[in-house]
């Protein structure tokens, strides 16, 4: 019989290519501001704890060094208020992207099923759907999820808008997902930066955004809740493929004995480093503080060339419009030699809005502003 290929959405990034191109050919080069990558340096007290763990001629624990459970179970509690797990309760993961788009196949949903997502997000939750032919709906309203929902993601603060949800929002996000008897999971990997109050103070400090496990949402009631969290951000740790899940202890323990079999672990190395990222709160604080500076001078600039920035609140990217067709933004700041991704890339063909990422060199955001002010003059 005939081979049927799976049926994937269009890996959207290929389309930037021609005003990649564009940008490059700018005098001056290419700003590129269309990533979430990490520009800066791993912090050098994660790189040694690496270093001097090489010696791995042992398989690590797929569930984990308890050394790492511990840690998560800590970093829960000291910063995201979250007291009461235990390292039953916690799984590492290859960064954050592969349990994403690999979570709708290893909890058995399958066609008929429906998986909801933001109205504006990430594409890789509509990629695991697919993997196992479930019907996807994009929507933030929770009276709008419809029966026969099965995995429900959300995402706070959200990428690519910035969206912050409150607990009170998360509350109801939870209720809903009961009441349809589904599985409730919250992207949280941009949880340490906040900008704007109330979990941004005067003083620049930033506090962690509310976790979906923290027990004002959930009343101490973990069944069918989980916590998806990535060190990328926070750590730059990007290559090191550093994740992690937390939340109801059934659920753990099934995606456990899944990736037994499929031998899906990060590496011991890996484990190491990322018990001290998740134990030292002082390079996060340096790190938030580089991109703080950097959105204080390129969401003004951005503004300044007549773009209106909405939400935003939190994460890496300013959510910005003209008022005009995504793809024709796009254009016009490549002919600045500045890249930025179009709306459209998540989940809105009509898309205005183009995102704009602080994900890059001091000296690149000086680039663009001074750039940018161009459209202001």
């Given amino acids: ?3 049927t290929p799976l049926q994937l959405p269009d890996f959207p990034w290929d389309s930037l290519e021609p005003f990649a191109a564009r940008a490059k050919s700018h005098p001056g080069g290419i700003v590129d501001l269309s990533v979430g990558s990490p520009v800066d340096p791993t912090p050098a007290i994660i790189r040694e704890s690496l270093a001097l763990a090489t010696d791995a001629h042992s398989y690590p624990a797929t569930a984990g060094s308890v050394a790492l459970r511990e840690a998560i179970v800590s970093w829960y509690a000291r910063r995201r208020n979250v007291t009461d797990l235990s390292v039953a309760n916690v799984l590492p993961t290859i960064g954050s992207k592969e349990l994403i788009a690999g979570l709708a196949l290893w909890l058995g949903l399958g066609p008929g099923d429906v998986v909801v997502q933001p109205a504006r997000a990430y594409p890789t939750y509509a990629v695991g759907a697919a993997l196992v032919g479930a019907t996807v709906v994009a929507s933030d309203d929770p009276a709008e999820w419809p029966e026969g929902t099965r995995l429900i993601w959300i995402n706070s603060p959200g990428n690519p808008n910035g969206r912050i949800m409150d ?5 109801s996000a939870v209720a809903r997902a009961r009441e349809l008897g589904a599985i409730i999971v919250s992207d949280e990997c941009y949880a340490e930066l906040a900008w704007e109050a109330p ?9 962690a955004t509310p976790s979906i496990l923290d ?7 973990r069944s069918s809740v989980l916590s998806v969290y990535s060190l990328s951000k926070q750590s730059n740790l990007a290559g090191y493929r550093a994740g992690f899940v937390a939340g109801c202890g059934e659920l753990i323990a099934e995606l ?3 990736r037994k079999n499929l031998g899906l672990m ?6 190491v480093a990322m018990v001290t990222a998740l134990g030292d709160d002082a390079h996060v604080d340096a790190q938030r503080a580089l991109y703080r500076a950097r959105r204080d001078l390129l969401k003004p600039a951005v503004e300044g060339a007549g773009l209106r920035v909405d939400d935003s609140a939190g994460g890496l990217y300013l959510w910005a419009t003209a ?3 995504a793809w024709r933004t796009v254009e016009r700041l490549a002919d600045l030699g500045i890249l930025v991704a179009p709306g459209s890339y998540y989940g809105d063909e009509t898309s205005q809005h183009v995102r704009i990422a602080l994900t890059a060199s001091d000296e ?4 663009a502003v001074a750039r940018l002010a161009t459209l202001s003059n």
């Fill in 266 to 271: 990060p590496p011991a190395p890996v484990q």
């Fill in 323 to 325: 008022g005009e067709d």
């Fill in 256 to 258: 456990l004995a899944v």
């Fill in 1 to 3: 019989m005939p081979r």
């Fill in 215 to 221: 027990p004002r949402v959930i009343a101490g009631d």
């Fill in 167 to 171: 607990v009170a929002q998360l509350r």
């Fill in 364 to 367: 690149s955001i000086a680039t």
């Fill in 199 to 207: 979990y941004a103070t005067e003083a620049g400090r930033s506090l």
